[in-house]
């Protein structure tokens, strides 16, 4: 066989391994069914196929129609806020003055002070009062708190906020975890996510849902934290939108349903991140997040922070809909 017949036969098998995959994909598009438990359309092969131009992707799943989509998008939202009342507050094995101590940054007296002066004023931190009592630096409260969560310290640089990380994860999710983006692999396959209050699980697994890679938590000093997120702030393109007083189960579900509409988004991604509920819209190479604080936001100060840029929890009544009318109500 000639090296001319070789490419020839090289070519047409290519070309008909192209026609296999295009086939496959075209009977994969054709024989889909609605993963909608109740869907009109279950026994019907024929507008399946007209109607898989639109509907939305929802855990793996496709959902033909809002009517499909609604009843289990109603579970995951009752799931998710079901999760409140389950947490407890996780105790560390080694408590942090315990630890300065073992570590010998401070002594057993200046301990007692500090915890005597803590229940004097009957609130702060045991760390914010040792600062004061024990000159504890930070850098040497940050190692402790590392070592007592398990987790790394990131050398993290107050004014080198990345711009690429400022839309990364909504504003207000990480000001309620103070938490900020740390470090990224070359891949973007994981994520470092650096903490200074306490290591918030739920906010891990949804960036992970959201971004799909991989997470990982480190410490961080709590000055550079509050430094990077007002860098943030400020450069927020406002790509969200936030409801402060949307907190049962069927009007979220309805405004999560309104929204995919009116974006007409080809999937969503819904995560318990903190005190929110985090749901993302996907369309093309675009998304959009909505939010829902379910609990108190810890950050006392933040609807005074928010800029008019950021279009998130705007009074009265969680106006900022972001273009979308009437998005907490039925259509």
Known sequence: ????????LAADSDESLQWNSRAKKWWLRLASRCAGADCPRAAKLWPYWL?????TDFDGRWYC?????????AARVQALLSTIHQEKPRAHRFPLGLLLVDRGVISNTQLREAIRLQREAGHGKLGDWLRQSAD??????TAALGQQWGCPVFPLDPQAAPVSWSDLIPLPVLQSASAVPAYSSSDGRTLHIAFSDRVDHTLLYAVEQMLSCRTFPCVAPGAAIQSQLEQFRKLSSGNNTGFDSVRESPEM?????????????????????????????FRAASSRDLLFRILPNPSASFVERSSARANAFA????????????ASLPL
């Not at 109607?51 to 509907?55: D, E, I, P, V």
């Not at 009074?315 to 009437?326: E, F, L, T």
């Open 1 to 8: 066989m000639s090296a001319t017949d070789f490419a020839l």
């Open 51 to 55: 109607s898989k131009s639109g509907g």
């Open 65 to 73: 129609s809002r009517g499909c989509l609604e009843a289990v998008l």
């Open 136 to 141: 504890l630096s930070t850098s040497q409260l």
């Open 253 to 281: 579900t309805w405004t999560i349903c309104n929204y995919a509409a009116e974006l007409q988004a080809r999937r969503l991604v819904l995560a318990r991140a903190g005190a929110y509920i985090w749901v993302r819209f």
């Open 315 to 326: 009074a009265p009544a969680d106006g900022g809909k972001g273009g979308v009318s009437d």
